[in-house]
Nanobody
Framework: QVQLVESGGGLVQAGGSLRLSCAASGSIFSINTMGWYRQAPGKQRELVATITSGGNTNYADSVKGRFTISRDNAKNTVYLQMNSLKPEDTAVYYC???????????????WGQGTQVTVSS
């Protein structure tokens, strides 16, 4: 019913920048919170940043001051601008959205397929 498609990952040197995008499509009535999570090899998935439909943001301490989350509600798209990247930012980054579908009841969480971000030292 709902698909999240991420793009923008890749390989970058430490200190560099990348911008991730995630577009939601399908039978969408409304989207509440959207966010980015990441999972490094051998580690649990962790929150990176979230943003509400009203624009309130929340960041993991490890990315504050370096990453910026934003969204375009008209396009059902969320972005993650990542600056001053470090090798420890290397992970698969996943998009998440809480969505109310057309004809449905309540909110459900959807995930993208993930995009690899690799930061070399």
């Amino acid at each position: 019913q709902v698909q999240l498609v991420e793009s923008g990952g890749g390989l970058v040197q430490a200190g560099g920048s990348l911008r991730l995008s995630c577009a939601a499509s399908g039978s969408i009535f409304s989207i509440n919170t959207m966010g980015w999570y990441r999972q490094a090899p051998g580690k649990q998935r962790e929150l990176v940043a979230t943003i509400t439909s009203g624009g309130n943001t929340n960041y993991a301490d490890s990315v504050k001051g370096r990453f910026t989350i934003s969204r375009d509600n008209a396009k059902n798209t969320v972005y993650l601008q990542m600056n001053s990247l470090k090798p420890e930012d290397t992970a698969v980054y996943y998009c998440n959205a809480r969505v109310a579908v057309v004809g449905g009841v309540g909110w459900s969480a959807y995930w993208g397929q993930g995009t690899q971000v690799t930061v070399s030292s």
